[in-house]
């Protein structure tokens, strides 16, 4: 059982940034790939960006390259989301998830149906 929960969004300007967090609870944090989603408002939930449990491998939703990086540490049982350059279309809530526990130190997962836990998730609001 892995426990999620997500810190620092708010309100801020266009061409901003943020950086967002995740601290996991629960036993064995270095053993979860880990990703990011967001939905926006009136949207669907999607991809944003997942880490493989080493945090070697990275992967990124085509609409956030170049801007957002994920990051993990498995000694503060924490992954984080960079949010730079950030335009009115982020504005959404994020939300952190992991998948099941798993030995590949290179695997990581794009849809939400692979990830087992969530946090409640943290708001962005991007302004002009």
């Known amino acids: 059982q892995v426990q999620l929960v997500e810190s620092g969004g708010g309100l801020v300007q266009a061409g901003g940034s943020l950086r967002l967090s995740c601290a996991a609870s629960?036993?064995?944090?270095?053993?979860?790939?880990m990703g990011w989603f967001r939905q926006g408002p009136g949207k669907e939930r999607d991809f944003v960006a997942a880490v493989s449990r080493s945090g070697d491998t990275t992967y990124y939703g085509d609409s956030v390259k170049g801007r957002f990086t994920i990051s993990r540490d498995n000694a503060k049982n924490t992954v984080y989301l960079q949010i730079n350059s950030l335009k009115p279309e982020d504005t959404a809530v994020y939300y952190c998830a992991a998948t099941r526990a798993t030995f590949s130190s290179t695997y990581y997962a794009t849809r939400d149906d692979d990830y087992r836990y969530w946090g409640q998730g943290t708001q962005v609001t991007v302004s002009t």
């Open positions: 629960g036993r064995a944090f270095s053993m979860y790939p």
